[in-house]
C-alpha cells in the first residue's frame, strides 16, 4: 500500500498561483500512476489532472487545461499540482491520488489510494 499526505493549499486572491505536493510513503511512488482531484462543497469530486508513472503522458481537465500543470519527482517520492490564474470557481478541497492503472486515475471511483485533501480558497 501506498500513503499520500498533501500539503501547499492555502488562501489566495484571484490571479495568484499555489503548489501543492503529494508525498507518499510505504511504497515507491514511481510504481504508481497519480492523479488529482477537487471536491466544492455541495458537489462532487471532479477531476483535475492525471500523470503516467514516468510523467511522460498527462491530462487535465477542460476547466484547468493551460492554468494547472501536474508533475512528479519519483525520486522524492513526491508529485506536484502548480496552479497559475487561479480563480474564486477553483476553490475546493484538493485530493491527490494514486493507482497502479493509469486509466483509474481519470475516474473517482476507480482509484485505489487518496490523500486527505488539502484546502484552496481562492478570494476574488
Known amino acids: 500500500q501506498v500513503q499520500l499526505v498533501e500539503s501547499g493549499g492555502g488562501l489566495v486572491q484571484a490571479g495568484g498561483s499555489l503548489r501543492l505536493s503529494c508525498a507518499a510513503s510505504?511504497?515507491?511512488?514511481?510504481?504508481?500512476?497519480m492523479g488529482w482531484f477537487r471536491q466544492a462543497p455541495g458537489k462532487e469530486r471532479e477531476f483535475v489532472a492525471a500523470i503516467s508513472r514516468s510523467a511522460g503522458n498527462t491530462y487535465y481537465a477542460d476547466s484547468v487545461k493551460g492554468r494547472f500543470a501536474a508533475s512528479r519527482d519519483n525520486a522524492k517520492n513526491t508529485g506536484y499540482l502548480q496552479m497559475n490564474s487561479l480563480k474564486p470557481e477553483d476553490t475546493a478541497v484538493y485530493y491527490c491520488?494514486?493507482?497502479?492503472?493509469?486509466?483509474?486515475?481519470?475516474?473517482?471511483?476507480?482509484?485505489?489510494?487518496w490523500g486527505q485533501g488539502t484546502q484552496v480558497t481562492v478570494s476574488s
Open positions: 510505504g511504497r515507491t511512488l514511481g510504481t504508481y500512476a
Open positions: 491520488a494514486a493507482d497502479l492503472s493509469y486509466n483509474s486515475v481519470l475516474v473517482a471511483s476507480k482509484v485505489d489510494y
